[in-house]
Every structure is written in structure tokens, then in C-alpha cells.
Nanobody, 125 residues
Framework: VQLVESGGGSVQAGGSLRLSCAAS????????MGWFRQVPGKAREGVPR????????YYAGSVAGRFSISQDNVKNTMYLQMNNLKPEDAGLYYC????????????????????WGQGTQVTVS
């Protein structure tokens, strides 16, 4: 299983970025996929997640209304559209999957996701 994030960068507060997560090496048609953010000194926290079979969308309260997760099942790619970015949104963003779909029916924590990308950095000034 390989997950490759891209799209990070540096933006000013109020700006937008779109992150991508290209997945390969497995059948991603009915799995949980999520985006997590990590900043130095803090635990990795879930941002949004989605079930690729449809539904089970979840957004952390801090990003609801500003971030949008989506998927392209043909390209096996997940996206995170981030609008109205704030300095507190900065961090290393990881995409992750469980390959079972079960993580979308459990609390949104890192323990439900065994497969991870390498991360892409988002800086907001």
C-alpha cells in the first residue's frame, strides 16, 4: 500500500490550498480514508475522514465549514480542499487508510488507520 500526499505549501491567512493523496497497491473502493494534522509537541489529530464507498463524512469542529474532503475513485485519489486558512491550521498533513472501512464506524483516532503517507507541510502566516 502506498499513499503519496502533495499540494502543501505556504499561504497567507485567509488563503486556500488543496491537498491530494494518491493511493495505490490495494482496492480502495470501500475503505476509510482520513487526513490527519500534526504540529510539533502535539499528538496527530484527525481533520476529516471519508468512507470511499460513500458517506460517513466527518469533520473536526475546528475545520467544519472551511475544509472539504472528496475522492476520485477512478484516480484512487483523495483531496482536501482547505479554504479560509488560519495560522492554527498549519502543520504536517498526513493521509491514512485502514483498507477495511471500519475506522469510519469508530472514534476518529490514529489507531484506526494502519497505513500512512509521508506527509505534506502546510504553513499559514
Amino acid at each position: 500500500v502506498q499513499l503519496v500526499e502533495s499540494g502543501g505549501g505556504s499561504v497567507q491567512a485567509g488563503g486556500s490550498l488543496r491537498l491530494s493523496c494518491a493511493a495505490s497497491g490495494a482496492d480502495f473502493s470501500r475503505v476509510s480514508m482520513g487526513w490527519f494534522r500534526q504540529v510539533p509537541g502535539k499528538a496527530r489529530e484527525g481533520v476529516p475522514r471519508i468512507h470511499t464507498g460513500g458517506g460517513r463524512l466527518y469533520y473536526a469542529g475546528s475545520v467544519a465549514g472551511r475544509f472539504s474532503i472528496s475522492q476520485d475513485n477512478v484516480k484512487n485519489t483523495m483531496y482536501l480542499q482547505m479554504n479560509n486558512l488560519k495560522p492554527e491550521d498549519a502543520g504536517l498533513y498526513y493521509c491514512a487508510t485502514d483498507l477495511t472501512g471500519g475506522a469510519c464506524y469508530a472514534p476518529f483516532t490514529t489507531s484506526g488507520f494502519p497505513y500512512w503517507g509521508q506527509g505534506t507541510q502546510v504553513t499559514v502566516s
